[in-house]
């Protein structure tokens, strides 16, 4: 068990939807990171929150965005999705903000859109 | 940006000892090479980090030559449970985090 929780495990949605996908840091952790995984694809970065505070970006299309709340846990939310937006969406944690502090990640959530 | 190459998969048997290789030829100076395993549906976890020469911890060792521009992770005396995917990791100057492909490995009997 990483320490890392994810909610809900499994959303299924239509096109043209909105939702939203949230993360529980381990505990002590300030930096939250989101990733997407499509079917037999590596991870791809969306973003990175430290302290509440936007740290870095990585390739989130403008139809999702994500905040980081005084409590640590962590949104990520998805709108107009299409077809292609289903995949395995990861959150991660670390201590730190660095790029060199180990990630723990969640389960993650399964996102599919029909 | 900095891009790490490994190979896509690999096959070993139990209770060999199995070396996965990965190039990261701009790998920046202040960077760490970090590896993780992933299953299937689940999220990756980290297996071990290191700057230079050798670190080794329960679960494995990783080789770090002087120049950087490379790594193995070596996994002593697999068994059938260490079939998953490897990743191997250099940061990048704008501190987001590089996945390459990853490594599947294939464990047999």
């Known amino acids: 068990d990483s320490g890392v929780t994810q909610t809900p495990k499994h959303l299924i949605t239509a096109t043209g939807q909105r939702v939203t996908l949230r993360c529980s840091p381990r505990s002590g952790d300030l930096s939250v990171y989101w990733y997407q995984q499509s079917l037999d694809q590596g991870l791809q970065f969306l973003i990175q929150?430290?302290?509440?505070?936007?740290?870095a970006k990585g390739n989130i299309l403008e139809r999702f965005s994500a905040q980081q709340f005084p409590d640590l846990h962590s949104e990520l939310n998805l709108s107009s999705l299409e077809l292609g937006d289903s995949a395995l969406y990861f959150c991660a944690s670390s201590p730190g903000q660095g790029k060199n502090s180990p990630l723990h990640f969640g389960n993650g959530t399964r996102l599919t859109v029909t | 940006l900095a891009k790490t190459t490994q190979p896509i998969s690999m096959d070993s048997y139990e209770g060999q000892e199995v070396n996965i290789t990965c190039s990261h030829n701009n790998i920046a100076t202040n960077d760490y090479i970090t590896w993780y395993q992933q299953f299937p549906s689940q999220g990756p976890r980290f297996i071990i980090q290191g700057y230079k020469t050798k670190v080794t911890n329960e679960v494995a060792s990783l080789f770090i030559p002087a120049d950087r521009k490379s790594s193995t992770l070596s996994l002593p005396r697999v068994s059938l449970s260490d079939t998953a995917v490897y990743y191997c990791?250099?940061?990048?100057?704008?501190?987001?985090?590089?996945w390459g492909a990853g490594t599947k490995l294939i464990i047999k009997p």
């Open positions: 929150y430290y302290n509440g505070e936007e740290r």
């Open positions: 990791l250099g940061g990048d100057s704008n501190y987001q985090l590089i």
